[in-house]
């Protein structure tokens, strides 16, 4: 009978035998079972962790600890993904060294790793916009604009196949008369996430504030502006697309 989990077989089994000498043996594993079998019907009206954990203690002979490893596992691996981090990963990889999921975990932590952006080319990102904003918008060099990005930007600021003299013309817009020069200073805290290119590549995407100084000939009438600035840098570190946004 050890692999009986249906209490009603054992109630039966008293019925149909009274007068067994393992009549109360019989009867102690019978209100077990019935237990065991209500809790777990409470258990699979709302199956989270904290439930599964709490069965598995309570009835660590039970022949459902398989199955609640089973749900562990799943529960574990559905927390990661929504996670989402590389944390997240390991921590199920950890709790599941054998789980069902080990190979996606695997694949996501490649992934992961391969997302990853490291200082060196935040830095090497950072230079790009700083050099862009200083030589092509600042000094309107139309030689920077066309070694700043490829034939064409795929979008500047809502307009689509943007080329090096869109890109000055736009700078050129804020040169009023009384304007004696433009001043651009990158923030520090920026956002960046590789991003696959149209050509199959990988790129990155940024986010980052920009400040901008606009000094006047009356110099106590500077303008200051600050602008989000969204761009697609290739790994060549051209910018392939950018929004200016205030």
């Given at each position: ?58 009835h660590?002979?039970s022949l459902?600890?398989?199955i ?10 559905q ?16 709790k ?12 996501r932590?490649?992934?992961?790793m391969l997302s ?24 309107q ?12 930007l795929?979008?500047f ?20 008369q009384?304007v ?19 050509d ?27 602008y989000r600035?969204?761009a ?8 392939v697309?950018?929004n200016?946004?205030?």
């Amino acid at each position: 009978m050890e692999g009986v989990t249906n209490p009603e077989f054992y109630q039966q089994f008293l019925i149909d035998y009274p007068n067994s000498k393992h009549y109360n043996e019989i009867k102690e594993r019978m209100l077990v079972l019935q237990t065991e079998a209500e809790e777990w019907r409470q258990l699979l009206k709302g199956i989270n962790r904290s439930s599964v954990l709490l069965f598995m203690q309570k009835h660590p002979s039970s022949l459902r600890q398989r199955i609640c490893e089973d749900m562990l596992d799943s529960i574990d691996w559905q927390d990661a993904l929504a996670i989402g981090n590389d944390e997240a990963i390991t921590d199920y990889l950890a709790k599941h060294p054998s789980g069902r999921y080990v190979s996606d975990a695997a694949e996501r932590k490649n992934a992961l790793m391969l997302s990853k952006v490291t200082s060196g080319e935040r830095a090497l990102l950072r230079g790009t916009l700083e050099a862009f904003f200083s030589n092509v918008f600042a000094k309107q060099d139309i030689e920077a604009a066309k070694a700043a990005i490829p034939d064409t930007l795929i979008d500047f600021c809502g307009k689509e196949d943007a080329d090096a003299e869109t890109i000055i013309q736009y700078a050129q817009g804020k040169m009023a008369q009384d304007v004696i020069g433009l001043h651009y200073i990158i923030e520090q805290k920026m956002a960046v996430h590789k991003e696959m290119l149209s050509d199959g590549n990988t790129g990155y995407a940024v986010e980052v504030n920009l400040q901008e100084t606009i000094s006047r000939s009356d110099t106590s009438q500077p303008t200051s502006n600050t602008y989000r600035v969204k761009a697609l840098i290739n790994q060549e570190q051209k910018i392939v697309r950018m929004n200016i946004i205030k």
